[in-house]
């Protein structure tokens, strides 16, 4: 079957700039995660949806951050206001339910801020 | 906080040998650990995860880990290294009270030598 699903797989744009990422998840998993994933560095935890909770949204690193989760499906990450320091990769994941299950990874989307 | 380490941001090992990747991690409790691989041009996957129970858990390719409270330790190896096992590994934790979000490593390249 289909698995996780991101777009732009590429996405340049100029600093200060608005920009929306998307991910479309496994039919039928109910979690789903963003991550960062910087040069040379781990995986950063960005926000975390889980069916109609409310979503932990403990990793984002600024109020120019954010994301929502519509019909618990697709994901929409926005940032806002872009900086040269947002440039990474940004990792969609999703799994069936808690963090015990495997989470099934998106290709990503690399974002460039010139 | 509970937090995770690799050691050694680049191990190199000739086909044949020993992969031996350390992880340790800091948690009150006994977590939930993972490793996920990334090859080449690919999306994250899940290699093995312990939860409970043995504490020597066996994953794909031959990959295996032992959790090892007393040493907070989660090391990954692999009796005899393959040119295809070439990737960045990462380990992580989650909290088991929490199990809210995973904490990823800083990953580790392997390279194999011919």
């Known amino acids: 079957g289909a698995g996780v699903s991101q777009s732009p797989s590429n996405k340049v744009t100029e600093k200060g700039k608005d920009v929306e990422l998307r991910c479309d998840p496994i039919?039928?998993?109910?979690?789903l995660y963003w991550y960062r994933q910087s040069l040379g560095q781990g995986l950063e935890f960005l926000i975390y949806?889980?069916?109609?909770?409310?979503?932990?949204k403990s990793g984002l690193p600024s109020d120019r951050f954010s994301a929502e989760r519509t019909g618990g499906s697709v994901s929409t990450l926005t940032i806002q206001r872009t900086q040269q320091e947002d440039s990474a990769v940004y990792l969609c994941?999703?799994?069936?339910?808690?963090?015990?299950?495997?989470?099934?990874f998106g290709p990503g989307t690399r974002l460039t801020v010139l | 906080a509970q937090s995770v380490t690799q050691l050694g941001s680049h191990v190199s090992v000739s086909e044949g040998a020993l992969v031996l990747l350390r992880c340790n991690y800091s948690?009150?409790?006994?977590?939930?650990l993972f490793w996920y691989v990334q090859y080449p041009n690919q999306g994250l996957q899940l290699l093995l995860k312990?939860?409970?129970?043995?504490?020597l858990v066996k994953g794909i390719n031959g990959f295996e880990a032992e959790f090892k409270k007393s040493e907070t330790s989660f090391h990954l190896t692999k009796p005899s290294a393959h040119m295809s096992d070439a990737a960045e590994y990462f380990c992580?934790?989650?909290?088991?009270?929490?199990?809210?979000?995973?904490?990823f490593g800083s990953g580790t390249r392997l390279s194999i030598r011919p």
């Open positions: 994941a999703s799994s069936y339910g808690g963090m015990v299950d495997e989470q099934f």
């Open positions: 039919s039928g998993h109910t979690a």
């Open positions: 949806f889980q069916g109609n909770s409310a979503p932990d």
């Open positions: 948690s009150s409790v006994p977590p939930y």
């Open positions: 312990y939860t409970t129970g043995a504490t």
């Open positions: 992580a934790v989650s909290d088991r009270s929490s199990a809210s979000k995973i904490i």
